[in-house]
């Protein structure tokens, strides 16, 4: 990326109070988390119980599966966070097996 475009792109965005290098911190990040997922659940709650409204009326939805497992994803990034804020030690993720090992 050349010095003009970078220089461009620097006026053009916001200044943070904090330094995206620095991050916010465990405890903040994990208090939005918290935030975003009650949100995340509660939207796909609502959508959840106007398909099966929609269903019992006789008229045709799509399956709700792909909302509760949406909402289960959800609820582990959730307790994740919560874990992290409220104070019990939590580790690094674990990372995800590749396939063939």
């Keep these: 990326m050349s010095k003009l475009n970078k220089k461009s792109r620097d006026s053009i965005r916001p ?6 290098k620095i991050g ?16 995340a659940i509660k939207y796909n709650d609502t959508l959840m119980a106007i398909k099966r409204r929609i269903g019992k009326a006789g008229g ?3 399956s709700n599966e792909s909302l509760y497992n949406q909402n289960i ?3 582990k990034r959730k307790a994740r966070a919560q874990s992290i804020l409220y104070g019990n030690k939590v580790g690094p993720k674990k990372p995800k097996l590749k396939p063939g090992n």
């Excluded at 200044?15 to 995206?20: D, Q, R």
């Excluded at 916010?24 to 997922?37: C, E, L, N, Y």
């Design 60 to 62: 045709v939805t799509t």
């Design 24 to 39: 916010i911190g465990r405890k903040k990040q994990a208090q939005k988390t918290i935030d975003s997922t009650n949100q």
């Design 73 to 75: 994803q959800s609820r």
């Design 15 to 20: 200044k943070y109070s904090v330094s995206p």
